[in-house]
Nanobody
Framework: QVQLVESGGGLVQTGGSLRLSCAAS????????MGWYRQAPGKQRDLVAD?????NYADSVKGRFTISRDNAKNTVYLQMNSLKPEDTAVYYC??????????WGQGTQVTVSS
C-alpha cells in the first residue's frame, strides 16, 4: 500500500507562483512514474506533467510549470509560475509502480484570481 500526501496548494493572483509537493510512503522502492493531474469543476481530470527519467508536460503549462523529483525522499514537486485563472483546479498527485498499479493523492486546491 502506498500513501501520497500533497501540500502547497492555495490562492494566488494571476502571474503568481506556487509549489506543490507530494510525498509517497509505504512499502516501495524506486517509483518509475510520478506526476500531477488536475481537474477543474465540470471538466475531466487531465495530465499536467509527469516524470520518469524524462519529463512530459501538457501544452498548456509548457514553459510555466516545472516538475521535479527527489528519489531519496520519494517526493515529486510541481513548480508553477506565471499562473493564470485557467490553472484553477484541484491538483492530484499520482504514482505508478513497477507492477503497473497507480495510486492517487487526495488532491489540493489551486485557485488563481484574476
Amino acid at each position: 500500500q502506498v500513501q501520497l500526501v500533497e501540500s502547497g496548494g492555495g490562492l494566488v493572483q494571476t502571474g503568481g507562483s506556487l509549489r506543490l509537493s507530494c510525498a509517497a510512503s509505504g512499502t516501495i522502492s524506486r517509483i518509475p512514474v510520478m506526476g500531477w493531474y488536475r481537474q477543474a469543476p465540470g471538466k475531466q481530470r487531465d495530465l499536467v506533467a509527469d516524470i520518469t527519467i524524462n519529463t512530459n508536460y501538457a501544452d498548456s503549462v509548457k514553459g510555466r510549470f516545472t516538475i521535479s523529483r527527489d528519489n531519496a525522499k520519494n517526493t515529486v514537486y510541481l513548480q508553477m509560475n506565471s499562473l493564470k485563472p485557467e490553472d484553477t483546479a484541484v491538483y492530484y498527485c499520482y504514482v505508478r509502480l513497477r507492477n503497473g498499479v497507480s495510486y492517487w493523492g487526495q488532491g489540493t486546491q489551486v485557485t488563481v484570481s484574476s
